[in-house]
């Protein structure tokens, strides 16, 4: 079984204290056995790094399928993660204070990197829209200069505020894959028509 | 999207049917005969948005309608009032996303939507233009050529109109799955990168269910 499962990964990233290890956790399998972990070739890479704060975190999808989330320091020196991370990724999730202009300054630096040298479908997710100072996802977008991305309010430490959020980005991928699909018309239509 | 599905059915077969469903902690039904849905406009209107949304979905024909109101709403009215305005949750969204990729090349029938009010009529006359100028229609390339957010919601719900209705089909008449398997196999391995891709879209439809029912 282990043998045979695929690995897909989910990318959680933006500033330090944004709400990403809160994310990573509740949108994990709170228990996976060792055993059952697929290995992977980034998972030695990845153990060097959870020493600089990565959160890791594993979400079962069927028997053939398992998903890493990946929660990674938010500071643009660890920008270089990316060429390992976004390998078999299948989308990133930029989380930002709302409330931070800190936050709000890295966020851009990170960014811009992403922008430029990662192609994935990307959200952002404007967390603490509860606290006061918050600025709104508008401003966020406006500041930030995020052109089509979108942003949406989120908070982390809710799990359906962070499953909507990743439906988004998952929304948002399936439209992408399946706009530069080649079509093979094997389509399994029978129960549709 | 099992919902639409059982939509459609009910109304091709113009068979009196009931519809029972069950959204979050709430059990009800829709009953359907005579090409309409029994209740007044904006009870099959709520109905409607429910059923879309709905976690599990019943078809029941034969149903006993002797309970049941004298009002009756065309299905093309109702799916029309049904639709206008309606947006959806992310979790809807990415249910109609999957539910589209697994939809065939296809032909576009016209119909007077116009006169049921259907709000989003013109993206519809737009979608059966661009089915007569290729002679097919790729929903998936239809939804994915939106132009921003709300174009895309208009989009899913002209989607979800046409295919309730009927007024989408299967280009081959549906017996295509198993027909074009040689040809099929002949172009996997001329065209290297057709077989991945095909993948990822299924990968994220796993993955949109799972994290629904999280
Ligand atoms: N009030 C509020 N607190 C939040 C929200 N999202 C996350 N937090 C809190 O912010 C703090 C930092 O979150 P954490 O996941 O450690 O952030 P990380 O540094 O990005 O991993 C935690 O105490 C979270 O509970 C939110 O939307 N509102
Ligand atoms: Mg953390």
Known sequence: MTESKQIVKLVITGPVNAGKTTMVQNLSDSQVAATDVAATDSVSQLKAMTTVGLDFGILKIDDTLEMHLFGTPGQSRFNFMWKILSKGAIGAIFLVDSTCDESMLEMKKMFLYFSEHVDLPVVVGATKQDLPGAKTPDEIAAFLELGDTMVIPVDARDKESGKMLTLTLLGNALVEAQADEDYDDDYDTEDLF | ?214
Request: proline letters at 5%; charged letters at 20%; aromatic letters at 8%.
């Open chain 2, 1 to 214: 999207m099992n919902s639409l599905v059982y939509l459609r059915r009910m109304i091709i077969n113009q068979k009196p049917a009931r519809l029972d469903y069950t959204k979050g902690s709430e059990t009800n039904s829709l009953y359907y005969e005579r090409a309409g849905f029994e209740g007044s406009y904006a009870d099959v209107s709520q109905k409607l948005r429910d059923i879309f949304e709905a976690d599990s979905v019943e078809v029941v024909t034969d149903p006993d309608f002797s309970n049941v109101s004298s009002q009756r709403i065309f299905a093309p009215q109702a799916i029309a009032s049904a639709l206008a305005g309606y947006s959806f949750t992310p979790a809807t969204r990415a249910e109609l996303l999957s539910f589209t990729m697994r939809l065939p090349p296809l032909i576009v029938r016209l119909y007077p939507m116009q006169r049921y009010s259907f709000q989003d009529n013109g993206a519809y006359m737009k979608m059966h233009m661009q089915f007569q100028h290729n002679g097919v229609l790729r929903m998936q390339n239809y939804i994915s050529q939106a132009e921003n957010t709300r174009d895309e919601v208009v989009r899913l719900r002209v989607m979800m109109a046409t295919y309730i209705l009927g007024l989408i089909a299967p280009l081959n008449g549906g017996a295509q799955g198993s027909s074009q398997k040689p040809q099929e196999t002949a172009k996997a391995a001329t065209t290297s990168s057709a077989q991945p891709k095909a993948k990822k879209t299924s990968i994220l439809s796993r993955i949109i269910n799972r994290i629904r029912g999280l």
